[in-house]
């Protein structure tokens, strides 16, 4: 992530590889969905697509990179959570879910202060 640690109001970039191995594809409804919070989100989450259309879809076994980047602009509390996940959107659900709440990759980190 850029910038490492997180500061706030900044231009955030999350890059992750990553390589599917469970034998799904990566479709075009692919999101990357990044959540900043302690125990509710400092702000609303950021959505990025996985895959564009020159590289999708992404079969199993192929590594992959993506990009997120984002305005953070809320005020971080001393400690919080960084959630990274991966799922196929689902456009009917106004909360941004993930279809069946499917959750495909995901990553975390918990930042606290010293
Ligand atoms: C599609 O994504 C790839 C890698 O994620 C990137 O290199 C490429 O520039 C993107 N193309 C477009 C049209 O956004
Ligand atoms: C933070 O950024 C969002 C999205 O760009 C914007 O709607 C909002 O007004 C900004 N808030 C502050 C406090 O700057
Ligand atoms: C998608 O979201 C709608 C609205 O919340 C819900 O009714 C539906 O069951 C969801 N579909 C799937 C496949 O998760």
Redesign the pocket.
């Known amino acids: 992530m850029d910038p490492d640690p997180l500061f706030s109001p900044h231009l955030t970039t999350f890059t992750i590889t990553g390589e599917e191995v469970d034998g799904l594809i990566i479709g075009p409804l692919a999101s990357l969905v990044v959540t900043i919070g302690a125990t509710v989100p400092v702000q609303p989450p950021s959505v990025f697509p996985v ?5 999708c879809p992404i079969f199993t076994g192929t590594k ?4 997120d980047t984002f305005l953070l602009n809320a005020t971080l509390p001393p400690s919080y959570e960084i959630v990274l996940t991966i799922g196929n959107l689902n456009s009917s659900s106004p909360q941004m879910l993930f279809l069946n709440n499917e959750i495909l990759a995901c990553a975390m980190a918990t930042i606290t202060s010293s």
């Open positions: 895959c564009n259309s020159t590289d992959y990179t993506t990009t």
